[in-house]
């Protein structure tokens, strides 16, 4: 017999720096046995393999694993006593989003800059992209360091459209403590 393989992702676009979760049911019919056996997930460099349970398996794939463009996910079923082999395709597609910023001005200790974060979508790419900042680098000798904040934090992107949202960067006066 011959199983039913539905491989559903989690979204059909997606950006570079987003994670795609792919679920696989594999399924016999009604009253047929729940398959057994492993599942196979495959595209361009990537493949990972898992064991099915209660006839499914889930995977994440890493952000920036598939490349721009439309990706084919190919899944392969091993079979089982049961079962034959069979497979399964779909196709997700990975736009890049471009980020611009303008630079801020100097800020002095005790006060805010702030600078505009600019993201743009390719053509293909609509959804909503969450913003986060954080320091990597802090002045040097500095005992209270600055911090950022994004407003809006979350973004909804057309397709071809952009977002801003701004950013801020506090520092802390110095003390006499």
């Given amino acids: 017999t011959t199983p039913t393989v539905t491989v559903t992702p989690s979204a059909s676009s997606i950006t570079t720096s987003q994670a795609l979760t792919v679920t696989v049911v594999v399924s016999g019919g009604t009253g047929n046995p729940t398959p057994t056996g492993s599942v196979t997930l ?5 493949s990972a393999q898992q064991t099915i349970a209660s006839g499914a398996v889930s995977f994440t794939i890493a952000a920036g694993t598939l490349g721009n463009g439309a990706n084919t ?5 091993s079979g089982d006593a049961t079962y034959a082999v069979a497979s399964s395709t779909t196709t997700v597609t990975v736009e890049p989003v471009s980020i611009s910023t303008t630079a801020p001005s100097p800020v002095n200790p005790g006060s805010s800059t702030t600078s505009t974060v600019t993201l743009t979508g390719s053509g293909g790419y609509s959804g909503t992209m969450n913003l ?3 320091l990597t680098t802090s002045p040097n000798g500095a005992q209270s360091l600055p911090t950022c904040a994004l407003n809006p934090t979350s973004l909804t992107l057309a397709s071809g459209g952009s ?10 006066a110095a003390s006499t403590t």
Avoid: M
């Avoid at 495959?42 to 990537?46: A, K, L, P, R, V």
């Avoid at 996910?73 to 079923?77: D, G």
């Fill in 132 to 134: 986060s900042c954080s």
């Fill in 42 to 46: 495959s595209s361009g460099s990537y």
């Fill in 73 to 77: 996910l190919t899944v392969s079923y």
């Fill in 163 to 172: 977002g801003t949202s701004t950013l801020t960067v506090h520092t802390t």
